[in-house]
């Protein structure tokens, strides 16, 4: 499968601001747009860096107060809100940020690393394999579990793993359609914990992609958390970089 990294990224920055109920083109405009975004739950914001462009979709709850979000409203003729003026205006306005992140295309393809396991692909109508992964969540931590979205009442259905030689799950990654366009594969990843730093999870996701995603026309796609440094680095080394960054803050919802 060959494709134009810069069209996938384009195609999937378009997706993003069209769920947004924004113009698309506004990408290549600096300058900043606010807009009422009626998926997102009660008093949440999010503040969207899309190619030239700022995007703060705001959810219910927030928009039968005007005065809160004049200060945004007035830089849309200005440049773009960039993430640290973004912080200090939701600190002002008495809300507070709750995280923020990075998504990722594919930029170039790197090569897969020699795997330190055997490839397997799951199957979940095997009851093997249903043993296999609950063993496996059974040893991990649940903080690692919520990072990878790993939940056995709703596994993904194309997913990867890699046994050390005694058959031991060391390394899962799975996707699922991202939600804004079904063409991209949203990608998780999980290391057993006897596994970390011997490139057990870079291996597990390359795996994913070139066995499940590319050749069946999906769109490989990385999220993770900008504090994660760690998988930022796994992703930079399959060729993945930025095609957008947010922050998210969450304000108290006045009671009516």
């Known amino acids: 499968m060959t494709t134009d990294p810069t069209a996938v990224r384009r195609r999937f920055c378009s997706a993003m601001v069209t769920a947004m109920g924004a113009d698309p083109a ?15 739950g009660a008093g949440s914001v999010a503040c969207y860096q899309i190619g030239a462009h700022t995007f703060v979709p705001f959810g219910a ?29 939701v600190e002002l306005l008495g809300g507070q940020v ?4 990075v998504m990722k295309t594919r930029t170039s393809v ?12 799951f ?22 579990l919520d990072e990878a979205d790993l939940d056995l009442d709703r596994l993904d259905t194309l997913a990867v793993g890699l046994l050390d030689e005694g058959g031991r799950l060391m390394a899962y990654s799975s996707s699922q359609p991202y939600e804004e366009d079904d063409g991209f594969g949203d990608i998780a990843v999980i290391t057993h914990a006897d596994a970390r730093r011997g490139g057990w ?14 050749p069946n026309g999906i769109e490989p796609l990385y ?17 993945f970089a930025p095609a957008l960054t947010l922050t998210a803050a969450q304000f108290p919802v006045p009671e009516h």
């Open 26 to 40: 506004l990408i290549d405009a600096p300058g900043t747009t606010v807009v009422a975004d009626d998926r997102r």
């Open 61 to 89: 709850g927030l928009g039968d107060e005007p005065e809160r979000w004049s200060m945004f409203d007035g830089l849309h003729q200005g440049p773009p809100v960039v993430d640290a003026e973004f912080r200090e205006m």
């Open 98 to 101: 709750v995280g923020g992140g």
């Open 110 to 121: 790197l090569p897969t690393p020699p795997s330190p396991g055997r490839l397997h692909v």
């Open 123 to 144: 199957d979940w109508q095997r009851s093997a394999d249903l043993e296999i992964i609950e063993t496996f969540v059974a040893q991990c931590e649940p903080d690692d």
């Open 201 to 214: 999870g870079r291996a597990a996701v390359g795996a994913l992609i070139d066995t499940l995603l590319l």
């Open 223 to 239: 999220r993770c958390d900008v504090e994660n440094a760690g998988s930022d680095r796994l992703s930079t080394r399959l060729g």
